[in-house]
């Protein structure tokens, strides 16, 4: 690929959880490379991350999210080599902005007017750098003050998924505009979407992996795919608590509350005919939704039909638990080997844990880290991709 497209992520302590990790994971599972950085920190070293989300409270809450592994080194990029930047909200942008070395670098890209997409409170930095002087631009609303004092034109966000583009200036206002914002993005990169009006079911529940079901599904939702999420039980507006998972020194993972995530469809009415392919999330949620039977009919029609599943950690209980693994192929987060070999399959060994495979109509994960693949191995199913 002698032209992929390169982008810089820019990092920062208390990122907003789905802010880093969503745009991070979508564009390198569309082919972009994607270099995430923090000043004062190199490749391999850790982000701590925010869970912000609106909890009935005068403004959002905050509790700790997931650690964002950093890829490259702040110190050693060079601006000349990428083709746009993003820069993610939470509550690093408060702090970066006061960094000269981040200033220069978002001037940079703004002078030689690449791409700039930046969510939230990362508008903070735009004001800091005065790249949004006479600019359209929106944020989370609280960000206004600084950015009519920095000489922007506020836009009001009709919706906290509305994002506003002026130029190669591309800002939203939280991560619920991720979808229009990273298909934005990929526009200003050069980039078209092949293959899009996809319809995708998700099978969630409570307690279901934070990242397992955002990052695919907004991933999905950015490619113009119709993405319905379903938990049983339950309907469009409700809510399904999530679960952050991640390695802590621990001998397995730990956990801790995540973003309660919306559901947009009712499962009691969902007619798995009209769908494209079907989305397993992991987290705790599987290992009860295996014992509800019609979750069970639902992927045997999905697999019976042989359309794409995609199904990731912990989702593979299901899958076991309604005997569609018999003959197949898959991997699956090591401690659900036991499920998996019992289901009747093959294992494969998730070496490194970001490995994802592809058998027939189904693909698996072993874990979150394993995004980028697991969404592109299920594009590439769907016959979605997109081309620059």
């Known amino acids: 690929m002698a032209n992929q497209k390169r982008v810089l992520l820019l990092c ?4 907003e959880d789905y802010e880093v990790m969503v745009p991070f994971q979508a564009l390198l599972a569309y082919g972009v490379a994607v270099d995430a ?5 190199k490749a391999g070293d850790v982000c701590r991350t925010a869970v912000h989300q609106l909890s009935g409270h005068q403004t959002y809450s905050e509790s700790r999210g997931h650690n964002f592994a950093l890829n490259a080194t702040f110190d050693e990029i060079e601006a000349t080599k990428y083709d746009g930047l993003v820069i993610p ?3 690093a942008p408060e702090y970066l902005a006061m960094n000269e070395s981040v200033l220069d670098l978002v001037k940079s890209f703004a002078n030689t007017k690449k791409p700039i997409a930046s969510i939230c409170h990362g508008q903070l930095i735009l004001a800091a750098t005065d790249v949004v002087r006479g600019r359209k631009c929106t944020a989370f609303p609280a960000v206004k003050p600084v950015l009519l004092a920095a000489g922007a034109h506020w836009v009001e966000p009709e919706t906290m998924a509305s994002c506003t583009v002026d130029g190669n200036l591309i800002t939203g206002p939280t991560y619920e505009g991720h979808p229009e914002f990273i298909r934005l993005f990929i526009k200003a990169l050069g980039g078209s979407i092949i293959g899009s009006g996809k319809r995708i079911l998700f099978l ?10 955002m990052v695919p599904f907004q991933s999905l ?3 113009e795919c119709h993405v319905d999420a379903v938990c049983p039980k339950k309907k469009a507006g409700e809510k399904c608590p999530t679960a952050v998972h991640d390695f802590e020194g621990d001998q397995t993972y730990s956990e801790k ?5 919306t559901l947009n469809a009712d499962f009691e009415s969902v007619d798995p005919s009209t769908y494209d392919g079907l989305v397993i999330p992991g987290g705790r949620a599987p290992e009860y939704l295996a014992l509800d039977d019609s979750v069970i009919k639902l992927v045997k029609e999905f697999m019976e039909s042989k359309r794409p599943v995609a199904s990731i950690c912990h989702g593979q209980q299901i899958l076991s638990a309604a005997g569609v693994l018999k003959g ?6 090591p401690a659900v080997k036991l499920n998996v070999l019992l289901g ?7 070496e490194p844990i970001d490995r994802c495979f592809t058998d027939g109509n189904l693909v698996t994960g072993a874990a979150w880290p394993g995004h980028p693949e697991f969404v592109s191995q299920f594009m590439a199913l769907l016959g979605v991709h997109v081309k620059f």
């Open 12 to 15: 920062g302590d208390y990122v």
């Open 37 to 41: 950085v923090c000043p004062g920190k």
């Open 89 to 91: 909200g939470g509550r």
């Open 204 to 213: 969630c529940g409570d307690f279901m992996e934070d990242y397992e079901v």
């Open 221 to 223: 939702q950015a490619l």
């Open 257 to 261: 509350p995540g973003h309660d995530f």
């Open 328 to 333: 197949k192929k898959c991997t699956a987060y």
């Open 344 to 350: 009747g399959a093959t294992w494969l060994e998730p």
